[in-house]
Structures are given as structure tokens and as C-alpha cells.
């Protein structure tokens, strides 16, 4: 297992970050198959009304998982600092006490999103023919909240030590086990949306109780009772860097939710088009939020070690690596799209053109400004490798203010289409929040550390 563990503050930083990444974008690739091979047998299996009523629990479905991921995310930073510090004891408090956090964070979410769900389904206009199924899948999976945090924490345990192949492997049994179960629950028996939702909830089970196996065999990981004491100001130091990352997965869903609102005036075709081109959207992002995480792991490492210089490094190479890449990903939608998104597509040959139309567009232009968002996701990571979370909430705000005033102007002025623009305008404002963010940060960074060899 030991040979998992990976020290970021020697090496080359290029071939650090990106052998870091592969294994993550690897994982996320598999995670992904979750949402694509749900839509694909809801889309296919269900019909276009069923593809409609996922897309419709899509954004507040994200929110929860957004804060999810936040909190964890926020505490792994302080994990990724102590591990490259080599405070192995304070380390295993930080877990400990981010166990504590994260499960009672886990039960006030199940509570907040059984309270909301219907009232936030009706507050953005859902159609009466879709929104028993939307509410019926949101209901599922956010009874399943404390199982998505347990994932996520023990994943960005294992990252902050610098180990990616485990998650993947994670990935890889979870996504087979969903897979199969979708088969059987939707097509063997007839479950369903909610067939769809469980089994995602049972795939992730079985991710966390593999992850959990294998940090239980690192031996500096060896967890004493008092480790889980919660100490105040470490759970205040865990929550300042949690909390800023929740809100602003919170703000942004919040937007995209204001989207929906916009997308479910269009008509059911549409939502089911807009929908269909949302859910490759985790496709197009699977590098950059690699790229993100190998960019936590390494700056807080090298942080917490003092090589500063390193982090310049590292950033220079990331955004080079990850550029490049988004390039890539984008010719492949552009040369391919019309051909996946036809996986997710049934209904009548008219249905069909009509939703195959709304998708295309839509991946088009997301796919030519992919650069954009991939710039995004690795400056803003830096920054909270640096232990700074709240520039990048500011970023988030940015996004929910850029989103949200483009989804509900532009389509004033160009019809339907208009609403295709409002992710491309969150993801350009945020980035200029970052670069500048960045530059405030960077000055911060202690010179003593730039005299040691490395």
C-alpha cells in the first residue's frame, strides 16, 4: 500500500501532476459511466418524458453533492499540508475530526433535502408530467447523502496522500456494479427512475467500503479514539476551509438551478436535448477536475513543505498539460458528438431530430470554449492548495452572477439559443476572478522557502 503514497515535493512537477491525474481522470471516467449509463437506460428504456425528469433533478441534485464534495475537498487540503509536513500524528486528527464533520454534515443535508426538494421542483416551473419522477429520484438520493460523503471523504483521504490508483479501482467495481444493477432494477423489474437512483446509491456503497479497506491497511493511518475527539479550533480550521468550498458548489448549482428555470419554459423536447448534452458535460470536465485535484494535492503538499517555488512550477505545467488536453477533448465532441449523444436519445423520428438538434448545438459550443473552463479548474485548485478558499468563492459568485444574468437576458435577444451562452459566460467570469486571485495569493507564498534545492 505504502507504495500508493506519493511525495509531490520531489520531482519534476509535469510528470508529477499528470501521472497523478491519470489515474484520477481514469476513476472519473468510471464515475461518470454512474450518470451515463443512467441516462442512456432512462433515455433509451423510459423515453423522452423520463430523460426530461432526470435532467429536471439534475442542478439540485448536484448542489447537495457540490456541498458534499466541498467539505471534503476543503479538508483534504489540511491533510495534504500535514502529510507533506510528515505530522503524521496531527494528521490522523485532521481525519478524525473531518470523520466527526462529515457525518454530522451528512445527516442536516438528508434532512435539508427532503424538506426542499418539492418546493424548489415547484419553484422552478417543472412540468406536471415530469415532476413526480424528478421528485421520486431526488428523494432516493438524498437519502443516500451519507453514503456520497463517506465516498468522497475517504477518496480525498487517499488523494491527499498522493494515492490515485485506489479511488480508480473504486470506480471501476462501483461503475460494473451499476451497471448491472441498472439493467436489472429499470429492465428486469420495471422499477424505473427509482430503479436508476438505487442503483447509483449501492454502487457508491461498495465504492466507500473499498477505499475504506485500503486505508485501513496504511499504517501511519493506525486511528486511536481521541483521533475522532473533536478538537474546536481544528474543526474551526477544517470548517474555514470546507465551508467556503461548499458555499460556493452551493452558489453555482444555484445558478445552473435558474437555468433549468429558463430550459423548462422551452418544452419538454428541449429539456430533454439540454439534458442529453448535460450529462456529457461531466465527460468534458473529467480532466479538468483530475487536473484540479492533482493540483490540491500537490500545492498543499509542497506547501506545507515550504517549496514555493515548486508550486509556480507546477502551475505553469498544469495549465499547459491541461489546455492541451482540453484541445483534444473538444475535436472529439466536435468530430463525434451527434454519434454519442444518440445513446441518450429515443422517441419518435420528429422527437428525435428535435432533441438531436438541441443537443448538438449546445455540446458545440461548449466543446469549442472547453479551454476556458479547463484554465478555471486548475488556477482555482491552486489556490485552494494554497489554503485559500474563499478567492475561489468569490469565483463562484462570479459564476452565479455571469450565469445567471446571461440565462435570463440573452434569451431576450436570441430566443432559445441564448441560453446555451450562460455556462461559457460563468465559466469566462470566474476565470478572471482566479487569474487575479492567483497573483494576490502567490505574493503571499514564504520567500525562504525559494533558496532550497530541489
Same mark, same amino acid.
Given at each position: 500500500?505504502?507504495?500508493?503514497?506519493?511525495?509531490?515535493?520531489?520531482?519534476?512537477?509535469?510528470?508529477?501532476?499528470?501521472?497523478? $491525474?491519470?489515474?484520477?481522470?481514469?476513476?472519473?471516467?468510471?464515475?461518470?459511466?454512474?450518470?451515463?449509463?443512467?441516462?442512456?437506460?432512462?433515455?433509451?428504456?423510459?423515453?423522452?418524458?423520463?430523460?426530461?425528469?432526470?435532467?429536471?433533478?439534475? %442542478?439540485?441534485?448536484?448542489?447537495?453533492?457540490?456541498?458534499?464534495?466541498?467539505?471534503?475537498?476543503?479538508?483534504?487540503?489540511?491533510?495534504?499540508?500535514?502529510?507533506?509536513?510528515?505530522?503524521?500524528?496531527?494528521?490522523?486528527?485532521?481525519?478524525?475530526?473531518?470523520?466527526?464533520?462529515?457525518?454530522?454534515?451528512?445527516?442536516?443535508?438528508?434532512?435539508?433535502?427532503?424538506?426542499?426538494?418539492?418546493?424548489?421542483?415547484?419553484?422552478?416551473?417543472?412540468?406536471?408530467?415530469?415532476?413526480? !419522477?424528478?421528485?421520486?429520484?431526488?428523494?432516493?438520493?438524498?437519502?443516500?447523502?451519507?453514503?456520497?460523503?463517506?465516498?468522497?471523504?475517504?477518496?480525498?483521504?487517499?488523494?491527499?496522500?498522493?494515492?490515485?490508483?485506489?479511488?480508480?479501482?473504486?470506480?471501476?467495481?462501483?461503475?460494473?456494479?451499476?451497471?448491472?444493477? !441498472?439493467?436489472?432494477?429499470?429492465?428486469?423489474?420495471?422499477?424505473?427512475?427509482?430503479?436508476?437512483?438505487? $442503483?447509483?446509491?449501492?454502487?457508491?456503497?461498495?465504492?466507500?467500503?473499498?477505499?475504506?479497506?485500503?486505508? %485501513?491497511?496504511?499504517?501511519?493511518?493506525?486511528?486511536?479514539?481521541?483521533?475522532?475527539?473533536?478538537?474546536?479550533?481544528?474543526?474551526?480550521?477544517?470548517?474555514?476551509?470546507?465551508?467556503?468550498?461548499?458555499?460556493?458548489?452551493?452558489?453555482?448549482?444555484?445558478?445552473?438551478?435558474?437555468?433549468?428555470?429558463?430550459?423548462?419554459?422551452?418544452?419538454?423536447?428541449?429539456?430533454?436535448?439540454?439534458?442529453?448534452?448535460?450529462?456529457?458535460?461531466?465527460?468534458?470536465?473529467?480532466?479538468?477536475?483530475?487536473?484540479?485535484?492533482?493540483?490540491?494535492?500537490?500545492?498543499?503538499?509542497?506547501?506545507?513543505?515550504?517549496?514555493?517555488?515548486?508550486?509556480?512550477?507546477?502551475?505553469?505545467?498544469?495549465?499547459?498539460?491541461?489546455?492541451?488536453?482540453?484541445?483534444?477533448?473538444?475535436?472529439?465532441?466536435?468530430?463525434?458528438?451527434?454519434?454519442?449523444?444518440? %445513446?441518450?436519445?429515443?422517441?419518435?423520428?420528429?422527437?428525435? !431530430?428535435?432533441?438531436?438538434?438541441? $443537443?448538438?448545438?449546445?455540446?458545440?459550443?461548449?466543446?469549442?470554449?472547453?479551454?476556458?473552463?479547463?484554465?478555471?479548474?486548475?488556477?482555482?485548485?491552486?489556490?485552494?492548495?494554497?489554503?485559500?478558499?474563499?478567492?475561489?468563492?468569490?469565483?463562484?459568485?462570479?459564476?452565479?452572477?455571469?450565469?445567471?444574468?446571461?440565462?435570463?437576458?440573452?434569451?431576450?435577444?436570441?430566443?432559445?439559443?441564448?441560453?446555451?451562452?450562460?455556462?461559457?459566460? $460563468?465559466?469566462?467570469?470566474?476565470?478572471?476572478?482566479?487569474?487575479?486571485?492567483?497573483?494576490?495569493?502567490?505574493?503571499?507564498?514564504?520567500?525562504?522557502?525559494?533558496?532550497?534545492?530541489?
Amino acid at each position: 500500500m505504502a507504495s500508493r503514497i506519493k511525495n509531490m515535493t520531489e520531482g519534476k512537477p509535469s510528470s508529477l501532476i499528470l501521472t497523478f $491525474a491519470l489515474p484520477l481522470m481514469a476513476g472519473n471516467v468510471f464515475q461518470q459511466l454512474y450518470t451515463v449509463v443512467d441516462t442512456m437506460v432512462v433515455g433509451k428504456y423510459l423515453g423522452v418524458s423520463a430523460l426530461a425528469a432526470l435532467g429536471a433533478s439534475d %442542478w439540485l441534485n448536484w448542489m447537495m453533492l457540490g456541498i458534499v464534495q466541498g467539505f471534503t475537498q476543503g479538508f483534504a487540503i489540511l491533510m495534504a499540508q500535514e502529510f507533506g509536513a510528515k505530522r503524521l500524528e496531527q494528521l490522523r486528527k485532521v481525519i478524525g475530526n473531518s470523520v466527526v464533520l462529515s457525518l454530522f454534515s451528512s445527516l442536516a443535508l438528508v434532512l435539508l433535502g427532503q424538506l426542499t426538494a418539492l418546493p424548489v421542483l415547484m419553484l422552478l416551473k417543472t412540468p406536471e408530467a415530469i415532476i413526480s !419522477d424528478s421528485l421520486l429520484y431526488l428523494r432516493i438520493m438524498f437519502l443516500g447523502i451519507p453514503i456520497v460523503m463517506a465516498y468522497n471523504l475517504l477518496a480525498c483521504i487517499l488523494r491527499s496522500l498522493g494515492d490515485g490508483k485506489t479511488p480508480l479501482q473504486a470506480m471501476v467495481v462501483a461503475s460494473v456494479t451499476n451497471i448491472l444493477l !441498472d439493467l436489472l432494477f429499470v429492465m428486469v423489474f420495471h422499477w424505473g427512475i427509482a430503479g436508476a437512483a438505487i $442503483a447509483t446509491l449501492i454502487a457508491q456503497l461498495i465504492s466507500s467500503l473499498y477505499c475504506l479497506y485500503h486505508i %485501513w491497511e496504511i499504517e501511519f493511518l493506525k486511528m486511536q479514539k481521541t483521533d475522532f475527539k473533536p478538537q474546536g479550533a481544528l474543526c474551526g480550521k477544517l470548517m474555514a476551509l470546507g465551508s467556503p468550498m461548499a458555499f460556493q458548489n452551493c452558489i453555482i448549482a444555484i445558478g445552473g438551478m435558474i437555468v433549468q428555470f429558463v430550459v423548462n419554459g422551452f418544452g419538454v423536447l428541449f429539456i430533454a436535448g439540454f439534458t442529453a448534452t448535460n450529462k456529457l458535460y461531466g465527460i468534458l470536465e473529467i480532466a479538468a477536475t483530475s487536473y484540479g485535484y492533482s493540483m490540491i494535492t500537490y500545492v498543499g503538499q509542497n506547501l506545507g513543505a515550504g517549496r514555493s517555488r515548486r508550486i509556480r512550477q507546477g502551475l505553469r505545467a498544469a495549465l499547459g498539460i491541461a489546455v492541451a488536453t482540453s484541445v483534444v477533448i473538444a475535436l472529439i465532441m466536435l468530430v463525434f458528438g451527434q454519434f454519442i449523444l444518440s %445513446w441518450f436519445i429515443s422517441g419518435t423520428p420528429e422527437e428525435f !431530430d428535435q432533441t438531436m438538434q438541441v $443537443a448538438y448545438f449546445y455540446l458545440s459550443i461548449m466543446s469549442i470554449c472547453l479551454p476556458i473552463l479547463y484554465v478555471l479548474h486548475v488556477v482555482r485548485s491552486t489556490i485552494q492548495g494554497m489554503g485559500n478558499t474563499m478567492l475561489p468563492m468569490l469565483s463562484g459568485v462570479m459564476e452565479f452572477t455571469m450565469r445567471t444574468l446571461t440565462a435570463l437576458l440573452l434569451p431576450l435577444a436570441l430566443g432559445e439559443i441564448g441560453i446555451f451562452f450562460a455556462e461559457i459566460a $460563468a465559466w469566462a467570469g470566474a476565470d478572471v476572478v482566479l487569474v487575479v486571485s492567483y497573483f494576490v495569493v502567490a505574493r503571499k507564498l514564504p520567500v525562504e522557502a525559494e533558496i532550497r534545492k530541489h
